[in-house]
């Protein structure tokens, strides 16, 4: 059984986190989860500060400016690259003062290839989806601006072992041929899931290039994740919303965990449904127990093989429910130590 970074019985956050203030949130996130805190995203702030501006913002010599479309590609860096750098530098400022020190894992996120194919447009207003071509350079400049990231990150945190999440709620539609094109009378065609698997392999190759020992996760938080597909394509952990799993996905989970990829579990609500949600720790993971039982996998594997997460980023919580659903993805996960059965 593979050994990840973050030890056993660890909880993190998916990415966004409530309010403007990245010290704020950056305290948050280091005081609240001991094994992987991460760099916390805050699209309140605006646009740039969102993940597909910020993404656009880590390109190589591929620049976005902002419509009232979206995200388009440009010529040269404007307004809306700067202020997307600007951000992510204050966010890291933030990050590196509240980890000195830090040698255990440590999550930073991007989007990933397919997704921001879909949700960037070219110069003419379709999604970059489009072109095959367009999607083939676009992954090249994700993964030169990745390495580019990391490298940033392991320079201000030098002792930290590094995670990368690569967002991709799309991933999905972009294999089933679902993403609309801009008319929205017709849809992109379905990207053929080979040539799909060899971009994220692109992506996450250049990853661990950039530093050594760096593992990565993709994330979905949409019905229907491609469990083989991103286990094949190099993924060392698949997060997901826990609700959305069915019977259906049953073979490919199992296939994963006992292939040694990790299993991030979105088990907690990423908005407070009502006053009793954060009651019973043990309770949030029933799901993932379910699961293992009718999986037929070994008690043993569980708490070493499942990260406990919210469903989905925090943006849309209160500062004040955020808190403390991570600290209840922490106790949550715990449980899993404490009782594996």
């Known amino acids: 059984m593979r050994e990840h ?32 805190p991460y760099l916390p995203e805050l699209p309140a702030r605006g646009p740039g500060a969102d993940m597909i501006g910020r993404t656009a913002g880590m390109l190589v010599e ?18 809306d690259t700067r202020r997307a750098r600007s951000w992510l530098g204050e966010d890291l400022d933030a990050l590196e003062e509240f ?7 440590l999550k930073v996120s991007a989007v990933g290839p397919w997704t921001l194919a879909a949700s960037l447009e070219r110069r003419g207003g379709e999604a970059m989806l489009g072109d095959a071509g367009a999607c083939r350079y676009l992954a090249e400049s994700l993964a030169e601006g990745l390495r580019a990231h990391l490298a940033e990150v392991r320079r201000r945190v030098p002792g930290a072992r590094l995670v990368l999440q690569l967002d991709e709620p799309s ?71 826990l609700s959305l799993l069915t019977e259906r996905d049953d073979e490919a989970v199992g296939e994963a965990v006992e292939a040694g990829t990790a299993l991030f579990a979105g088990a907690v609500p990423a908005v407070e449904p009502d006053s009793s949600a954060l009651s019973d720790p043990a309770g949030s993971v029933m799901g993932v127990r379910t699961l293992w039982r009718r999986l037929g996998l070994s008690p043993k594997l569980l708490a070493r093989s499942v990260v ?32 594996p059965e």
């Open 99 to 105: 980890t000195q020190g830090r040698t255990g894992a």
């Open 171 to 241: 991933l999905t539609a972009v294999l089933l041929g679902r993403v609309p094109t801009a008319s929205g009378y017709r849809t992109h065609p379905a990207v053929d899931r080979g040539v799909a698997e060899g971009a994220l392999r692109q992506v996450v190759g250049a990853a661990r290039e950039a530093v050594e020992g760096t593992s990565v996760v993709v994330h979905s938080c949409a019905p229907g994740v491609p469990f083989g597909l991103l286990r094949r394509a190099g993924a060392d952990g698949i997060s997901f919303d």
């Open 62 to 79: 591929l620049y976005a400016r902002l419509e009232p479309s979206g995200w388009r590609v440009g010529d040269a860096p404007g307004r």
């Open 308 to 339: 406990v997460t919210p469903a989905c980023g925090l943006a849309g919580a209160s500062p004040a429910y955020a808190r403390a659903a991570l600290a209840h993805c922490v106790r949550a996960a715990r449980s899993l130590v404490n009782d």
């Open 5 to 36: 970074v973050w030890g056993t019985g660890a909880a993190t956050g998916v990415g966004s986190m409530p309010g403007t203030d990245a010290r704020e949130a950056a305290r948050t996130v280091t005081g609240s989860l001991e094994h992987l």
